[in-house]
């Protein structure tokens, strides 16, 4: 598992600020490691929002007994993550299969208040924020060819001033490996498995 403090040693190494691979604080480092956190916050958030997705779940439940005819379920009020739907799935005590997802505006998802069962509703989550205030130890819960980009994306955008063929050749590199993050389909075919047979 990758730490922020892996991180931020390896941001160091892009910059060849430092040659091994623990964290050394010193007059030369400490700018760019105050820097840090906010660099490396905009890059989580750009990968994990255009390149490649953290996907989540969340359960529901629900009885037949709600009002009106539709239940409406907020998931930027459910989840503290939400932001995009992918896929769900049905379960009762005869039926599973992937269901059509019905929403409404962007993040709340609509079933029909008679309809009883489970839904577990696949969606894409932001990923975790890195403020001034996160420790070091920190494990960052992310794909490894996202972990390998973040200190590419860190280096180039705090050399800018600095060392700017070598921020342009970072940048570069860290263009073309966001271009391979190819998003695969949310899932398989769509099937639905049923007792009866239907």
Known sequence: MTTLLDVKIASLQKMNLIDG????????T??????????????LQTLATAGKYIVKDHVIVQDGTGTGIVQRYDFKTLVSDFYDFRDAYFEDEKNYGRVTISTEG????ILPTTS??????????????????TPNDTVL????EIVALIPIYVASELMREDEPSLATDLRNKFEVGF????????????????????
Do not use: C, H
């Open 21 to 28: 691979d623990s964290l050394i604080e010193n007059t030369t």
């Open 30 to 43: 400490n700018p760019y490691l105050k820097a840090m956190p906010s660099v490396i916050d905009e890059a």
């Open 106 to 109: 962007k993040g709340v998802f």
């Open 116 to 133: 009883i069962g489970t839904w577990k509703v696949y969606y894409n989550a932001y990923p975790q924020s890195i403020t001034k205030d």
């Open 141 to 144: 819960l992310l794909d490894p």
């Open 179 to 198: 271009g391979r993050l190819v998003q695969t389909p949310s899932g398989g075919q769509v099937a639905f498995y049923s007792e009866s047979g239907w």
